[in-house]
């Protein structure tokens, strides 16, 4: 079946560092990928998606790139801030018995950044 | 505004007093799904619903039950719970059809069972 594999971290940065947050994927078909971002005490937001081979999703300077070569969909972000310490969970959707369209996700990343 | 709810987002229970968790969307969407999050594990599916009076089981189905009908609300219920309940849940839903099947999730709720 389908499965995502993430960093478990948890991760800790100074602010205005450099973020990755390794994730590969096993899944048959095409599948959409997606990065999810939980805040302290709050439900599950989509931070960005990408639905083909080769697209980058992008949103508040957090980036990834869907490489259908190497299964993954790394999170990055050039420099980061107290404000995103969070935990970051990577997705897929897919179809499982021919109508249960759900997600598959990663295990989560716990990210703290320090002032 | 577009959103999922949920109902009660805290609750405390003791084993076996059968409780319901209310969801409800308004965006008109034909599929919701509940999941729950446990440390370590991530995010699970519970159940799922394709549209009114169509339901099927997900990944860890047991001790949970819910309903559908109507298509804004899919309650989940719990009629004898147990301490390996206890969990952060989740509602989500999302239309059928599209490129993504991108997933809109309710705050959650955040279950204590005693």
């Known amino acids: 079946g389908d499965s995502v594999t993430q960093m478990e971290g948890p991760v800790t940065l100074s602010e205005e560092a450099f973020l990755t947050i390794n994730c590969t994927y096993t899944a048959t078909g095409y599948p959409s990928l997606f990065w999810y971002v939980q805040y302290p005490g709050e439900g599950l937001q989509l931070l960005l998606k990408a639905t083909k081979a080769d697209d980058k999703g992008s949103n508040k300077g957090f980036e990834a790139t869907y490489r259908k070569e190497t299964t993954s969909f790394h999170l990055e972000k050039g420099s980061v801030q107290v404000s995103d310490s969070a935990v970051y969970f990577c997705a897929l959707s897919g179809v499982s018995g021919g109508s249960n369209y759900k997600l598959t996700f990663g295990k989560g990343t716990l990210l703290t950044v320090n002032p | 505004e577009a959103q999922v709810t949920q109902n009660p987002r805290y609750l405390i229970t003791v084993t076996g007093k059968k409780l319901t968790v209310t969801c409800s969307q308004n965006?008109?969407?034909?599929?919701m799904s509940w999941y729950r999050q446990d440390p370590g594990l991530g995010l699970r599916q519970i159940y799922y619903?394709?549209?009114?009076?169509?339901?099927d089981k997900g990944d860890v189905p047991e001790g949970y039950k819910v309903s559908r009908k109507e298509k804004r609300n899919f309650p989940l219920i719990l009629e004898s719970p147990s301490p390996n309940q206890t969990s952060l849940y989740f509602c989500a839903s999302h239309p059928a059809g599209g490129m993504s099947y991108e997933q809109y999730f309710g705050p959650g709720t955040r279950l204590t069972v005693t």
């Open positions: 619903s394709m549209n009114v009076e169509v339901t």
């Open positions: 965006m008109n969407h034909e599929y």
